[in-house]
Protein backbone atom coordinates (compact mmCIF):
# COMPACT_ATOMS: atom_id res chain seq x y z
CA UNK A 1 0.00 0.00 0.00
CA UNK A 2 1.61 3.51 -0.92
CA UNK A 3 2.84 5.68 1.69
CA UNK A 4 1.54 9.18 1.72
CA UNK A 5 5.24 10.47 0.97
CA UNK A 6 4.51 8.18 -2.29
CA UNK A 7 1.81 9.69 -3.09
CA UNK A 8 2.62 13.43 -2.98
CA UNK A 9 5.67 12.74 -5.07
CA UNK A 10 3.46 11.10 -7.45
CA UNK A 11 1.83 14.28 -7.42
CA UNK A 12 4.81 16.58 -8.15
CA UNK A 13 5.70 14.44 -10.95
CA UNK A 14 2.28 14.80 -12.59
CA UNK A 15 2.44 18.81 -12.08
CA UNK A 16 6.06 19.26 -13.13
CA UNK A 17 6.23 20.75 -16.39
CA UNK A 18 8.65 19.04 -18.62
CA UNK A 19 10.80 21.86 -20.73
CA UNK A 20 11.29 21.48 -24.08
CA UNK A 21 13.94 20.25 -25.80
CA UNK A 22 14.53 23.27 -27.89
CA UNK A 23 12.83 26.19 -29.16
CA UNK A 24 12.04 26.27 -33.00
CA UNK A 25 10.32 28.74 -35.42
CA UNK A 26 8.74 27.83 -38.83
CA UNK A 27 8.41 30.57 -41.57
CA UNK A 28 6.21 28.66 -44.72
CA UNK A 29 4.47 30.02 -47.71
CA UNK A 30 0.97 30.29 -45.92
CA UNK A 31 0.35 29.79 -41.84
CA UNK A 32 -1.45 26.81 -42.19
CA UNK A 33 1.57 24.76 -43.32
CA UNK A 34 3.33 26.40 -40.86
CA UNK A 35 1.43 25.79 -38.38
CA UNK A 36 1.22 21.77 -39.14
CA UNK A 37 5.04 22.01 -39.24
CA UNK A 38 5.07 23.27 -36.06
CA UNK A 39 2.35 20.91 -34.47
CA UNK A 40 4.65 17.69 -35.71
CA UNK A 41 7.73 19.22 -34.32
CA UNK A 42 6.29 19.72 -31.19
CA UNK A 43 4.87 16.12 -31.31
CA UNK A 44 7.71 14.22 -32.78
CA UNK A 45 10.48 16.27 -30.80
CA UNK A 46 8.84 17.34 -27.72
CA UNK A 47 9.82 20.87 -28.53
CA UNK A 48 8.36 24.59 -28.57
CA UNK A 49 7.79 25.33 -32.14
CA UNK A 50 5.96 28.92 -33.34
CA UNK A 51 4.71 29.57 -36.81
CA UNK A 52 5.58 33.04 -37.69
CA UNK A 53 5.17 35.45 -40.85
CA UNK A 54 8.16 36.04 -42.58
CA UNK A 55 7.95 39.69 -42.11
CA UNK A 56 7.80 39.40 -38.06
CA UNK A 57 10.90 36.65 -37.97
CA UNK A 58 13.54 38.69 -37.38
CA UNK A 59 11.74 40.88 -34.99
CA UNK A 60 10.97 37.77 -32.76
CA UNK A 61 14.08 36.35 -32.59
CA UNK A 62 15.35 39.57 -30.92
CA UNK A 63 12.69 38.85 -28.12
CA UNK A 64 13.60 35.71 -27.29
CA UNK A 65 15.81 32.70 -27.18
CA UNK A 66 15.72 30.46 -30.45
CA UNK A 67 17.74 27.23 -31.35
CA UNK A 68 16.29 26.90 -35.06
CA UNK A 69 14.35 27.94 -37.52
CA UNK A 70 12.79 26.30 -40.72
CA UNK A 71 12.22 28.52 -43.81
CA UNK A 72 10.35 27.77 -47.30
CA UNK A 73 13.08 28.74 -50.26
CA UNK A 74 9.84 30.64 -51.70
CA UNK A 75 7.76 33.05 -49.83
CA UNK A 76 5.57 35.82 -50.39
CA UNK A 77 5.17 34.45 -54.17
CA UNK A 78 9.04 35.12 -54.72
CA UNK A 79 11.01 32.39 -55.70
CA UNK A 80 14.20 32.43 -53.72
CA UNK A 81 13.12 34.66 -51.09
CA UNK A 82 13.60 32.72 -48.53
CA UNK A 83 17.71 32.53 -49.16
CA UNK A 84 17.82 36.65 -48.67
CA UNK A 85 15.86 36.03 -44.87
CA UNK A 86 17.87 33.20 -44.73
CA UNK A 87 21.10 35.52 -44.85
CA UNK A 88 19.27 38.32 -43.01
CA UNK A 89 18.92 35.22 -39.88
CA UNK A 90 22.61 34.38 -39.98
CA UNK A 91 23.72 38.02 -39.65
CA UNK A 92 21.61 39.15 -36.92
CA UNK A 93 21.68 35.79 -35.26
CA UNK A 94 24.88 33.40 -36.33
CA UNK A 95 24.57 30.93 -33.47
CA UNK A 96 20.86 29.92 -34.81
CA UNK A 97 20.87 27.16 -36.71
CA UNK A 98 18.44 27.03 -39.77
CA UNK A 99 16.82 24.73 -42.48
CA UNK A 100 15.56 25.20 -45.87
CA UNK A 101 12.94 23.88 -47.21
CA UNK A 102 13.08 23.61 -51.17
CA UNK A 103 10.09 22.91 -53.79
CA UNK A 104 12.39 21.94 -56.69
CA UNK A 105 15.98 20.45 -55.93
CA UNK A 106 18.19 21.72 -58.42
CA UNK A 107 21.95 22.51 -58.35
CA UNK A 108 21.90 26.29 -57.70
CA UNK A 109 18.94 26.21 -55.45
CA UNK A 110 21.00 23.79 -53.21
CA UNK A 111 24.46 26.18 -53.39
CA UNK A 112 22.29 29.13 -52.71
CA UNK A 113 21.00 27.79 -49.93
CA UNK A 114 24.06 26.76 -47.90
CA UNK A 115 25.37 29.98 -49.48
CA UNK A 116 22.97 32.02 -47.75
CA UNK A 117 23.88 30.25 -44.11
CA UNK A 118 21.52 26.92 -43.93
CA UNK A 119 22.96 24.32 -42.32
CA UNK A 120 20.16 21.46 -43.62
CA UNK A 121 18.08 21.10 -47.27
CA UNK A 122 14.70 19.35 -46.64
CA UNK A 123 12.41 18.33 -50.56
CA UNK A 124 9.22 18.75 -49.83
CA UNK A 125 9.27 15.80 -52.11
CA UNK A 126 10.40 14.05 -49.19
CA UNK A 127 8.12 11.86 -46.03
CA UNK A 128 7.34 13.88 -42.88
CA UNK A 129 9.30 11.49 -40.55
CA UNK A 130 12.64 12.63 -42.93
CA UNK A 131 12.18 16.11 -42.28
CA UNK A 132 11.45 15.44 -38.05
CA UNK A 133 15.28 13.49 -38.83
CA UNK A 134 16.24 16.27 -40.74
CA UNK A 135 15.39 19.00 -37.71
CA UNK A 136 17.01 16.69 -35.06
CA UNK A 137 19.96 16.13 -36.94
CA UNK A 138 20.62 19.95 -37.48
CA UNK A 139 19.74 21.04 -34.21
CA UNK A 140 22.90 18.44 -32.83
CA UNK A 141 24.79 20.20 -34.82
CA UNK A 142 25.09 18.04 -38.04
CA UNK A 143 24.84 19.39 -41.43
CA UNK A 144 21.81 17.77 -43.41
CA UNK A 145 21.16 16.97 -47.04
CA UNK A 146 19.43 14.14 -48.73
CA UNK A 147 21.23 12.22 -51.17
CA UNK A 148 20.10 14.28 -54.70
CA UNK A 149 21.28 17.44 -52.90
CA UNK A 150 24.55 16.18 -51.32
CA UNK A 151 25.38 15.37 -55.06
CA UNK A 152 24.63 18.82 -56.36
CA UNK A 153 26.96 20.14 -53.59
CA UNK A 154 29.73 17.96 -54.57
CA UNK A 155 29.61 18.89 -58.29
CA UNK A 156 29.94 21.80 -57.23
CA UNK A 157 32.92 21.57 -54.87
CA UNK A 158 34.63 19.49 -57.16
CA UNK A 159 34.11 22.58 -59.65
CA UNK A 160 36.67 24.89 -57.10
CA UNK A 161 40.03 25.35 -58.57
CA UNK A 162 42.91 24.06 -56.06
CA UNK A 163 44.33 26.39 -54.08
CA UNK A 164 47.59 27.82 -55.62
CA UNK A 165 50.90 28.53 -53.55
CA UNK A 166 52.85 31.26 -54.39
CA UNK A 167 56.51 29.93 -55.57
CA UNK A 168 59.12 31.15 -57.32
CA UNK A 169 57.98 29.22 -60.15
CA UNK A 170 54.91 30.46 -60.71
CA UNK A 171 55.85 34.05 -59.42
CA UNK A 172 57.88 34.57 -62.68
CA UNK A 173 54.59 35.33 -64.77
CA UNK A 174 54.71 37.76 -63.30
CA UNK A 175 56.28 41.31 -64.07
CA UNK A 176 58.38 43.38 -61.32
CA UNK A 177 55.27 45.94 -60.63
CA UNK A 178 53.03 43.08 -60.14
CA UNK A 179 55.53 41.12 -57.65
CA UNK A 180 55.58 44.73 -55.75
CA UNK A 181 51.51 44.72 -55.63
CA UNK A 182 50.87 41.26 -54.51
CA UNK A 183 54.01 41.63 -51.72
CA UNK A 184 52.49 44.70 -50.57
CA UNK A 185 48.54 42.89 -50.43
CA UNK A 186 50.00 40.05 -48.74
CA UNK A 187 50.91 42.74 -45.62
CA UNK A 188 47.84 44.11 -45.62
CA UNK A 189 48.92 47.49 -48.02
CA UNK A 190 46.30 48.77 -50.37
CA UNK A 191 47.31 49.09 -54.36
CA UNK A 192 45.81 52.15 -54.25
CA UNK A 193 48.29 53.60 -51.40
CA UNK A 194 51.05 52.28 -53.13
CA UNK A 195 50.71 53.41 -56.65
CA UNK A 196 50.22 57.15 -55.02
CA UNK A 197 53.61 56.74 -52.95
CA UNK A 198 55.26 55.93 -56.35
CA UNK A 199 53.10 58.37 -58.74
CA UNK A 200 51.59 55.85 -61.09
CA UNK A 201 48.28 56.64 -62.47
CA UNK A 202 44.45 55.46 -61.64
CA UNK A 203 44.54 53.80 -64.95
CA UNK A 204 47.46 51.64 -64.43
CA UNK A 205 46.80 50.76 -61.20
CA UNK A 206 43.85 49.35 -61.93
CA UNK A 207 45.49 47.68 -64.66
CA UNK A 208 48.07 46.21 -62.76
CA UNK A 209 45.87 45.04 -59.78
CA UNK A 210 43.67 42.90 -62.13
CA UNK A 211 45.95 41.67 -64.19
CA UNK A 212 47.96 40.32 -60.84
CA UNK A 213 44.72 38.72 -59.60
CA UNK A 214 43.88 36.86 -62.53
CA UNK A 215 46.98 35.01 -62.91
CA UNK A 216 47.42 34.10 -59.31
CA UNK A 217 44.38 34.47 -57.30
CA UNK A 218 44.13 36.48 -54.49
CA UNK A 219 46.91 36.72 -52.21
CA UNK A 220 46.56 36.12 -48.43
CA UNK A 221 48.52 37.18 -45.87
CA UNK A 222 50.09 33.81 -45.18
CA UNK A 223 51.39 33.95 -48.66
CA UNK A 224 48.78 31.55 -49.82
CA UNK A 225 46.94 32.26 -53.31
CA UNK A 226 43.34 31.74 -53.87
CA UNK A 227 41.44 31.34 -57.02
CA UNK A 228 37.98 32.92 -55.33
CA UNK A 229 36.35 34.33 -58.66
CA UNK A 230 35.57 31.05 -60.40
CA UNK A 231 31.91 31.62 -61.39
CA UNK A 232 31.00 28.48 -60.06
CA UNK A 233 32.61 28.72 -56.77
CA UNK A 234 30.54 27.44 -53.53
CA UNK A 235 31.86 29.43 -51.38
Not at 97 to 115: G, N, P
Request: aromatic share 4%; charged share 25%; net charge positive.
Amino acid sequence: MPTKADTRERVLQIGARREPAFSAMIVDRDSMSAGLLADALMRELKCDATAVRSANLLPALGTRQIDLVVISADLNGRSGAGFDLCKAVTCAHPKVSIVIMLDRTAQKAVVDAFRSGARGLFSRQESMDEFIHCVEQVRKGYIWAGREETDFLLTALKSIPAPITLTEANAAILSTRESQVVRHAATGKTNKNDCQRDGVERAHRQKLSLSGIRQIGRVQPRGVALLLDHPRALI
